[in-house]
């Protein structure tokens, strides 16, 4: 039986229904198993000693006061180390463009180039005096220039990030298709200018932490770790502690949300592990909150100067961009953060020639990679506000500038023009973008916003209203794994690799299983995010495993289904289309008294000792697939957001936020409501409040939640999602990723939205955040220019 | 380091304990008596994920001590569902909202809107988002978070009605 037909026989019963989510019950009760929930006996405990310094030179560390305090087991130096792990980290994603690949050491040796980086490791018999012996340790540094902000490090006489590079260039790419000149001819209309946003983190509410442990028996050395990448990991760990492939297995059991940060590899890890097999006995970290600020890793600071070439009429000819990327101090995902930034640029429009030039630069402050969005919230904020600007000066309404400018339903599949980081084309697979934004700004009652404007400014209210599009490339490859297994017990069970950090991914994949083997969830059980599982992994993050992970359950279930038919037909002597299957039952349907639970087919398959299997069977009710996607999938989105400003104060308050939303084929849409909510929030603190501070020496200056700020209950709304659900051609489910979605456009939109209740030629908002003292200030001002 | 002796009831069980003088309360929850669902997020009493209900009233465990719990009552996270082990009904309305994702700010949020809840069985949309203004969530959104409540003071209002008056 092939797939095909086998599909016709599922009942659909669990994909696309709004299913509550299996892994609740237990976090409900506090049962989760958060990695410092995990409680091994005899478990040491860690604390890193970090560099005050933005930038310095080690030049003695002395230890010997910390290492005589009772209850310190060990301290680490960067020589203290295993040779493997005095090496610097290896870089995942390697890069030709890369002038200096530099990564950081698992503990600094001669120089520490962030505030932060570690310099000492210590092991002790509790946090609290791991913490002690920290602050004991000595620590004599000379200190050199620090370099902070990205635009000035490319000047000749900036000091050097590290002193062994020639500049702080890290690479420059160079990227173009189409008659760049022809656009921006004479008669085109040109509009530019520079945009930026902030630094930030993800600020997941757990922060990093590992648990590692030896088993001196057999050599097995395990890592507990609240992350997003299990297999990452593993290899990372290989090659630092120079380990035996077979003998290390990572896990992660609940994770307290991710975001993008968690997906690095980090060196507590590495020090945990190498601990733990010293010692012989578990060795625990904890990150806490300051640290958290100090070395997880950050985004978006970057500056974009854009020029944007139209007709008179407001159809865009071209682009031409600028991109300047504050890297921070070390490499950690190569050039793939700005990279998805810029092609992401175009967004839904026909542009029909674009040249960039991207420059990554090195600053000593903390390192960066993807937080939510991905590069990709800054290049919707640069391409949505300048067409906001050019609809100014075409006198264009902004939602007709937009429409004007769609690539069309039927242009699908559309080649976008540029060569993705990839190597092959960069094309959308499908959407309907122009549907989208109207059934958007349908639900947002945007054709009688300016009714309401009027009437509000009648009662000295000021409210305004911003739109922004996005298309975003999810579900990339290379792939993810999943087996199925029917077991002798009749359960059904999914292992994979793929780790969750509040996603929901069990139940979205036991839907899946439950409807391709026609069985209940609670017949079904996952194992997940365990390099144990399945040998081959890559990680969550870039909204891909529903995508990769999703298809993989979906395919392998299909096989299993075949089997548990074959095997059935063969042991019950009827044909494969005269047998049924419900509820872990498999019977011939003109009678049903002929039938074989999955239990029994389970232990059929697994054998008898001495007996060959007869032509056709085989071994176990189990299938193993990896879905290999040929390209991204392309979500897209519309935010609509109108606000009100309080002139008076500067405060805002959202009135009503839209978000049209096509992640493809929905699995379960109350946990993609929940990703576009969330996803909603984490911008709305992008657009209005989270500001990652640093002073001119590189040193941090918003290290906790009262400094730095997190939207909470008071401002985040109800977003009203308008789904469209546009099956992606590219994988057998037609998902696409939903988890960044939210966040990408919303910044550009609740911008856009400010500067349209501030009515005011003058005003053009080009940056972020745009918090109430920054507001009360332009309003104060209200200068010609609102840049800072 | 000074040992001090302390007595706590925690989710109506009684515990003695010789504790460090600086331990705080959410590691003595935690690590000595192996509570694991309060969860320390910040460490400096911002985010809200430790808070546990002490004689009933929401407090911050990371920002006291243990021994300054000594003699007290408190609830934590583990303390919430019926005796019979199934969901409260704030509990089951966060299932059915998806007032969770990740989970690890669940237990503040769910004993401060405990205590809203035995003080007001009718909160609105704006004083659930007040009680919960100092509870950070980076998963939710809030939104379901105040809807779950909202449905829980529904049900929890419908109980408390007599069922006499119901028949009427």
């Given at each position: 039986m092939d797939i095909l037909d086998s599909k016709l026989l599922s009942k659909q019963a669990y994909i696309g229904s709004r299913t509550l989510r299996t892994e609740d019950k237990a976090l409900l009760k506090g049962l989760g198993q958060f990695v410092d929930d995990i409680k091994l006996d005899n478990t040491l405990f860690s604390s890193v000693l970090r560099s005050p310094h933005a930038h310095a030179r080690i030049i003695d560390i002395n230890i010997t006061l910390a290492s005589q305090l009772p209850g310190v087991h060990a301290i680490y130096l960067h020589k203290d180390l295993p040779l493997s792990a005095q090496k610097r980290l290896p870089l995942n994603t390697p890069n030709a463009a890369i002038t200096l690949v530099m990564t950081q050491e698992i503990l600094a040796s001669t120089e520490v180039c962030y505030?932060?980086?570690?310099?000492a490791f210590v092991v002790a018999e509790s946090r609290y005096i791991a913490e002690d012996a920290c602050s004991i340790i000595e620590v004599d540094y000379e200190i050199l220039d620090a370099t902070s902000d990205c635009i000035e490090a490319l000047r000749e006489t900036t000091p050097l990030t590290h002193t062994i590079a020639k500049n702080n260039l890290i690479a420059k790419l160079p990227l173009s298709y189409g008659d760049i000149d022809g656009a921006f001819s004479a008669d085109a209309v040109i509009v530019q200018d520079i945009f930026s946003q902030n630094r930030g983190s993800a600020h997941p509410m757990e922060t990093r932490g590992y648990l590692a442990e030896f088993h001196k028996a057999t050599s097995q050395l395990t890592v507990w770790s609240a992350g997003q990448a299990p297999h990452l990991e593993k290899k990372t760990l290989i090659d630092m502690l120079d380990w035996d492939p077979e003998k290390i297995r990572v896990i992660m059991n609940?994770?307290?949300?991710?975001?993008?940060?968690?997906?690095i590899f980090y060196p507590e890890e590495a020090l945990v592990a190498i601990a733990a097999c010293d010692l012989n006995r578990p060795v625990k970290w904890i990150e806490d909150r300051r640290e958290h600020f100090l070395s997880g890793s950050q985004e978006r600071e970057q500056y974009w100067d854009i020029s944007l070439a139209l007709t008179q009429e407001g159809k865009i000819r071209g682009i031409k961009l600028k991109m300047t990327h504050d890297n921070g101090a070390y490499l950690q995902w190569g050039v793939i953060l700005p990279y998805i930034g810029v092609t992401t640029t175009p967004g839904p429009y026909v542009v029909p020639a674009m040249d960039v030039d991207l420059k990554m630069v090195f600053t000593n402050k903390g390192p960066t990679s993807p937080v939510r969005g991905a590069g990709r919230p800054q290049a919707v904020f640069a391409m949505e506000r300048i067409l906001d600007k050019a609809a100014k000066v075409l006198s264009v309404d902004r939602a007709k500038i937009r429409q004007l400018n769609f690539i069309q339903p039927e242009q699908m599949p559309y080649n976008v023009g540029f060569i993705y980081r990839d190597g092959k084309a960069m094309i959308y697979?499908?959407?309907d973008y122009p549907k989208c934004q109207s059934l958007a700004l349908q639900k947002a009652n945007y054709d009688t916003f300016s009714q309401r404007q009027k009437l509000a400014k009648l009662s000295g209210r000021h409210i305004g209203i911003g739109i922004a599009n996005f298309v975003e490339g999810t579900g990339l490859g290379p792939f993810e794994g999943a087996t199925v297994r029917i077991q002798q017990n009749g359960r059904v069970t999914i292992l994979t690799a793929a780790a969750a950090q509040g996603q929901g991914h069990k139940t979205t994949f036991m839907q899946i299983c439950a409807d391709q083997l026609d069985i209940d969830l609670d017949l079904i059980d996952v194992i997940a995010a365990d390099t144990n599982a399945i040998s081959m992994g890559i990680g969550t993050f870039a909204c891909r495993i529903t995508v990769t992970t999703g298809n993989s359950v979906y395919l392998a279930a299909q096989n299993v289904r075949s089997k548990v038919f074959s095997l059935a037909a063969f042991l019950l002597q009827c044909e494969v289309s005269e047998l049924e299957m419900a509820n872990g039952l498999v019977f011939v349907s003109t009678e049903p008294t002929r039938s074989k639970t999955f239990a029994d087919l389970a232990r059929v398959s697994q054998g008898i000792p001495g007996f060959s299997f007869p032509k056709g069977v085989t071994n176990g009710l189990e299938d193993t697939q990896y879905f290999l996607p040929t390209q991204a999938a392309y979500c897209n989105g519309t935010a609509v957001v109108e606000l009100e400003v309080d002139i008076e104060t500067g405060q805002i308050e959202i009135l009503n936020y839209v978000m049209g939303h096509d992640s493809g084929k929905l699995i379960n849409p109350l946990i993609v409501d929940g990703q576009v909510q969330g996803a909603v929030a984490h911008g709305i603190g992008n657009a209005t409040l989270e500001w990652m501070r640093y002073d001119?020496?590189?040193?941090?200056?918003?290290?906790n939640f009262g400094e730095y700020l997190l939207p909470a209950s008071e401002d985040v709304p109800r977003v009203s999602v308008v789904h469209l659900e546009t099956p992606s051609p590219l994988n057998p489910l037609g998902v696409k990723g939903a988890g960044e979605g939210g966040t990408i456009p919303a910044a550009a939109a609740i911008i856009s939205a400010i500067e349209n209740a501030l009515d005011d030629p003058n005003v053009f908002l080009k940056d972020t955040p745009m918090t109430p003292q920054r507001l009360f200030e332009i309003l104060k001002n209200n200068t010609t220019s609102a840049h800072h | 380091m000074d040992k001090i002796h302390i007595k706590v009831s925690v989710n109506h069980q009684m515990y003695e304990k010789d504790v460090d003088s600086r331990c705080t309360l959410g590691d003595f929850l935690r690590n000595d008596l192996g509570l694991t669902g309060t969860h320390y997020g910040?460490?400096?009493?911002?985010?809200?994920?430790?808070t546990v209900l002490l004689n009933s009233k929401s407090v911050r465990s990371c920002l006291l001590l243990a021994v300054q719990a000594n003699g007290s009552e408190i609830t934590t996270i583990e303390g919430l569902a019926n005796d019979d082990g199934t969901l409260s009904e704030l509990q089951q309305a966060f299932t059915e909202c998806h007032?969770?994702?990740?989970?690890?700010?669940t237990p503040g949020m769910l004993t401060t809107l405990t205590e809203l809840l035995s003080e007001n069985l009718s909160p609105t949309e704006a004083q659930v988002k007040s009680a919960i203004s100092g509870n950070l969530c980076r998963c939710t959104g809030y939104q379901p978070i105040v809807d779950a409540t909202i449905l829980a003071a529904s049900r929890l209002r419908d109980k408390s009605i007599p069922s006499a008056a119901i028949k009427q």
């Open positions: 505030v932060g980086e570690p310099v609940d994770v307290g949300g991710g975001f993008g940060p968690k997906a697979d499908s959407g001119e020496q590189g040193q941090p200056i918003t290290t | 910040c460490e400096h009493g911002v985010c809200g994920a430790c007032a969770l994702q990740c989970g690890f700010c």
